[in-house]
């Protein structure tokens, strides 16, 4: 059986442009918090425009100009959630409301990939729909109800 990584994909609504004074705290640390992915334990890869910094810029496939997409693969759980909650990165995640609007359906969820697989947007996007249609599954889950990678709840 092939090695499993966690794969991850949140999106979220603007409140306005990204090149807007409301979003420039945001935009400023982009760069910033993406080389801090990058270089953290357990990263893998994540989504980025055609120059290779951020998925800000990349064209949404979601019918709206104000969604922004964000995409990574991670070793572990473990290594992605000390990211997200242990690092400056929890500072966007507990103020998002900031630069974000509320949104009514699932905006995040996590699954299981082999180690040698990128997820596509395609894939992330469905897995989306997963969870809004069937809640956390072993398919498609989020971090208050977890899998593990044979489909355990922990």
């Given at each position: ?134 809640g956390p599954t072993s398919d498609a889950f989020n971090f208050k109800k977890v899998f593990n ?6």
């Amino acid at each position: 059986m092939s090695k499993k990584y966690i794969a991850e994909i949140n999106i979220a609504k603007m409140k306005a442009p990204l090149d807007s004074p409301l979003l420039k705290e945001f935009v400023d640390f982009l760069e910033p918090i993406n080389k801090l992915a990058d270089e953290s334990p357990g990263f893998v890869w994540r989504l980025k425009d055609d120059d290779g910094s951020s998925a800000a810029n990349i064209e949404s496939p979601l019918e709206d100009d104000m969604m922004l997409i964000n995409m990574s693969v991670w070793e572990n759980l473990t290594s992605l959630k000390d990211f997200a909650y242990g690092t400056v990165h929890s500072y966007f995640v507990r103020d998002g409301r900031k630069w974000f609007e509320r949104m009514k359906s699932p905006h995040m969820v996590l699954w299981w990939v082999d180690s040698d697989h990128i997820p596509t947007i395609e894939e992330a996007l469905s897995k989306l729909r997963h969870i809004e249609e069937y809640g956390p599954t072993s398919d498609a889950f989020n971090f208050k109800k977890v899998f593990n990678s044979i489909g355990e709840e922990i």
